[in-house]
């Protein structure tokens, strides 16, 4: 994996816990910059090997379970495939919610639908958990340098509260609005993108 550290970490509160779950090619550099910024980071991949390694990597330690990774954790971050991917690590008794602490906040980076993040914020909710709908645009380069753009749904003083710390990873983070706000916001950039690409091709 390329990863390339940023030399403006925003200071992060130290004992901050965080916890990682899904490494793919956008995940893994995401949870690299976590860590470089001083982040405690535990972390959980379907594939235990590539969570394994991960660790020898960068340090931090890593779960058998996402209910075992997302455990004290003031932070759980997700970035999975898609709306059942979600789902699967969320709920359960082996699930992110269930080992979660009240007042914790789950932050998912997955492109998923809206619908899915108003579910799991309600479902959070019911929990006394928080939940932040935060689809990322910028691609594995943006990943691995630590210079995406995130769009976010949710409650306005979770989203502010988790700014800096998401910063690790990021070059702008802006609320577009309540729950499944930022899942739409980023519907309407991929449909920008595939625009451009199908002028262009037709030209």
């Known amino acids: 994996m390329n990863f390339f550290p940023k030399t403006d970490y925003t200071p992060i509160p130290a004992g901050t816990k965080t916890a990682f779950i899904g490494l793919g090619v956008m995940?893994?550099?995401?949870?690299?910059?976590?860590?470089e910024a001083g982040?405690?980071?535990?972390?959980?991949n379907r594939t235990t090997s590539k969570a394994k390694d991960w660790t020898e990597t960068f340090g931090g330690k890593y779960a058998s379970t996402p209910a075992e990774a997302a455990k004290d954790a003031d932070i759980v971050f997700t970035c999975v495939g898609n709306d059942e991917d979600l789902r699967s690590v969320l709920l359960g008794e082996n699930g992110a919610f269930s080992g979660m602490k009240k007042g914790?906040?789950?932050?998912?980076?997955?492109t998923d639908s809206a619908e899915v993040a108003q579910e799991m914020y309600a479902k959070a909710k019911e929990l006394g958990l928080n939940f932040v709908d935060a689809p990322v645009s910028g691609g594995q380069a943006g990943a691995e340098n630590g210079v995406l753009t995130v769009m976010c749904g949710g409650d306005e003083d979770v989203i502010e509260r988790c700014t800096p710390i998401a910063s690790a990873f990021a070059c702008s983070v802006k609320r577009i609005g309540d729950s499944g706000s930022g899942q739409l916001a980023k519907m309407c950039n991929q449909i920008c993108i595939a625009g451009i690409l199908q002028g262009l091709s037709e030209a």
């Open 27 to 35: 995940g893994s550099p995401m949870a690299a910059h976590l860590k």
């Open 104 to 110: 914790a906040v789950l932050w998912d980076a997955t």
């Open 39 to 44: 982040c405690e980071m535990t972390v959980y």
